[in-house]
């Protein structure tokens, strides 16, 4: 079969019609539109999300826990095998930092976090400047015992 500009169709279900309401009893979308009788809900602008019928709700019943610290800002964990892997692969030259900047660049560390925290997993292999936000007294003595230099900013 060729195909024709008289033959050429749609997709199923690519055009539905729309639902007429309000046309009369036998339609069986007359009358109330398919919204029941009366009260709030027969009503627009009606969204009753989490309401039980008049039972205390579950976000009620149930006890508050925790709390969000909203002066929480968040850190980029970098440890040692992760500034090991930027020496082995040359990222950076003799003179120069790890810091927040050559992170990003390099696509270690996503842009959205604003710090870097330095955890003493693993151990460093050559003495390096690391520039951070903070870093933990285990992660410091490690750094110094190789040499390396820490600066908190």
Same mark, same amino acid.
Request: charged share 25%; proline share 3%.
């Given at each position: 079969?060729?195909?024709?500009?008289?033959?050429?169709?749609?997709?199923?279900?690519?055009?539905?019609? $729309?639902?007429?309401?309000?046309?009369?009893?036998?339609?069986?979308?007359? $009358?109330?539109?398919?919204?029941?009788?009366?009260?709030?809900?027969? @009503?627009?602008?009606?969204?009753?999300?989490?309401?039980?019928?008049?039972?205390?709700?579950?976000?009620?019943?149930?006890?508050? @826990?925790?709390?969000?610290?909203?002066? @929480?800002?968040?850190?980029?964990?970098?440890?040692?095998? $992760?500034?090991?892997?930027? !020496?082995?692969?040359? !990222?950076?030259?003799?003179?120069?930092?790890?810091? @927040?900047?050559?992170?990003?660049?390099?696509?270690?560390?996503?842009?959205?976090?604003?710090?870097?925290?330095?955890?003493?997993?693993?151990?460093? $292999?050559?003495?390096?400047?690391?520039?951070?936000?903070?870093?933990?007294?285990?992660?410091?003595?490690?750094?110094?015992?190789?040499?390396?230099? !820490?600066?908190?900013?």
């Amino acid at each position: 079969m060729t195909l024709k500009i008289n033959t050429i169709k749609d997709n199923k279900g690519a055009r539905t019609v $729309k639902k007429l309401l309000g046309r009369g009893i036998g339609s069986g979308l007359g $009358k109330t539109s398919g919204r029941g009788g009366k009260g709030q809900t027969a @009503r627009s602008g009606v969204a009753i999300n989490g309401f039980e019928g008049g039972q205390t709700p579950i976000y009620r019943r149930l006890p508050k @826990r925790g709390f969000v610290n909203i002066h @929480r800002v968040p850190l980029y964990e970098l440890d040692f095998y $992760k500034v090991n892997q930027i !020496l082995e692969k040359g !990222l950076v030259e003799k003179d120069d930092q790890i810091d @927040r900047e050559l992170l990003i660049k390099h696509g270690y560390m996503p842009a959205h976090l604003k710090g870097v925290s330095l955890l003493a997993n693993g151990t460093p $292999k050559k003495g390096m400047k690391i520039a951070v936000t903070r870093a933990t007294k285990k992660a410091q003595s490690e750094l110094e015992k190789v040499g390396g230099f !820490l600066i908190i900013e």
